[in-house]
């Protein structure tokens, strides 16, 4: 019985433990009746059977005696038969005896009454034969009192002497059985002593327990009914200030109501715009894609005048090659016009005319090689105009791959905006539909506010009777702790 | 654009200009061509511009590569090839004393005479004629060996030192240059 057990657990325990004694006690009576009745039945089947067959026996001796005595004065074979009757009785009543009885010296005895019964047995058989054989009277009686008589006090002192001894055997089972009972008797007293000690100290324990638990309990459900009284006059409190936030709530779900509906109306101008978007969107895609084409068109035009600017400075080179073979021809001319002018010097008068042919060709050769200079550097300016318009060609074409790139990315990013607008049209119709089913709901909260705000009335009302309640608690609290005090100090 | 369009002409114009010129140079009397006597190629040497009279000249060609050679002589360049001969090259500006053959050699003067002798040109600045009214002997601006008998012509209006071909083998052959004489002795 620790602690932690329940009263209930206890006082079955207890309860228990008082049964099993009673149970022990009346058990531990049962068995000594059972002993005590079991000692009298056998005092009283063999001991005292025993010696009702010993009176029997006695009884058996007197009726063969008399007998014997009709017969002597009779005759009769009758008295004859009821001799060997009683005889027979007699030996059945000692064998049977002789069987039950478990003495020794009782069966000795027997067995003496048996011989003596024997030797009377043939003295009566004698008597008897005397008597047929017409013997005087006289003379058997004589015979009688001298054999039979003595035989038959001798079995008659021999019964009796058994008989004697069976009375003693049956009072002494008498007392044993008087003992026995005695015994057990005290043991049942006993037990019966143990278990009313037992179960006082269970009750005293049990009752101690019982009003130390139910103190505690009663201090508890004080505490509880404080607390109880607090807590409902706060939740009296909560629900009065409940029912003013649900009248707050339900202005405020108006005005809710009254803003989902705008947004479903925005929402709807929203799709609507989303849809012009998702159209221009694509209207602009369109538009891209035209103008990428153009500049692809540009890029191959761009590509084409990159091809013709190499092959135009191309052939600046050769043209620069072909002036170099000028300006060679001309150095070798004027080579020759100085040596024919030398020569024409040399002839002396003969190559005056010579000389004025040579002289021509040399200033032909000189202006042909200012030509071929001024030749080369227009073909220097063309291959530098070339080379800028190459550079300037290779930058626009450097700017259009950057304009088709752009373009792309411009065309990938119409094709999100149509996706985007789309997906924000969609969108838009979601929030419309989710905004008309929260208006639905917000008309629904709106009822339900309403009921809250019903419930909390009947919540503050209810949390006034708890009040009360938790104060007749507390009173009953009370009068119990002092009930209990009462009987601790009973 | 318009220079462009411009060039094509203007290179037509020229080309007109000097056939015209080509062809009335044979329109010219005969007389007019005796009376260019004298006849001079003007070339520069160095920092100094000379003359010397074509009848003093052999032939002219292109300065191939010259192959130095040891020498006392201070004028000799060394050693070219023209017209299939190895001929000597000298160098004006130092055979006369007027200082240093700094320019690349362009031309070579083969020298009429005895000896195939070649001088080294960097420029050929066209002819001139040894006539009275060019001839500005006795002109400041060059400082020859007094022994010398040379003059100074005008041409596009430089001075060019006048210089026979005898003269030139004077030089090489006396060593009578101012810097060849410093060097002998």
Known sequence: MNGQSTFSRKLALSFGVVVLLTVIAALVASYAMSRVITRKDHVIEVNAKALVSTEQMVTALFRRSAALRGFLLSGSPEMVDRIEQTHRELLDTTNMLRAKIEDPNSRAKLDQILEADQTFENDIHREIEMKRANVPTAEIAQYVLQNAQLARNHEEQLVDEFAAAQRNVLEDGQREANQVANIYRMIVAAITALVIVTALILGRYLTRQLTGQIGSAVQDIQSSAAELQTTAAEQATGAREQATAMNEITTTMNELLATSRQIAGSAQRVSSIANDTATSARHGDQVVQRAHESIAGIKRQVDQVVTHMLELGRKSQQIGGVVDIIGELSEQTNILAINANIEAAGAGESGRRFAVVADEIRKLADRVAVSTKDIRNLIEDVRAAVNSTVMATETGSKAVDAGTRDFSDLAVSLSQMVSLAGTASEAAREIELSTKQQSTAVEQVNGAVANVAQVSREAESSTTEAMQTASELATLSRRLTQLVKSEVSA | ?185
Request: aromatic share 8%; charged share 15%.
């Open chain 2, 1 to 185: 654009m318009n220079d462009r369009n411009n060039a094509p002409r203007t290179l037509r114009m020229s080309l007109a200009r000097l056939r015209e010129e080509f062809d009335s140079s044979f329109a010219l009397p005969l007389h007019a061509a005796n009376a260019q006597a004298g006849r001079m190629l003007c070339f520069a040497a160095g920092a100094v511009k000379f003359a010397i009279p074509m009848g003093d000249l052999l032939a002219l060609s292109r300065c191939g590569s010259i192959a130095p050679v040891p020498s006392h002589s201070p004028g000799l360049l060394g050693l070219a090839v023209v017209r299939a001969q190895v001929v000597p090259v000298y160098s004006l500006p130092r055979l006369t004393g007027a200082g240093a053959q700094t320019g690349d050699c362009h031309w070579l003067a083969l020298l009429r005479g005895g000896v195939p002798v070649a001088l080294a040109i960097d420029a050929l600045d066209g002819y001139a004629f040894e006539s009275a009214a060019q001839s500005v002997a006795g002109e400041t601006g060059f400082s020859f060996p007094p022994t010398w008998n040379t003059g100074l012509i005008r041409h596009n209006a430089e001075l060019y030192a006048t210089l026979r071909g005898a003269q030139i083998y004077d030089m090489i052959t006396q060593g009578v240059s101012q810097e060849g004489k410093g060097n002998a002795t």
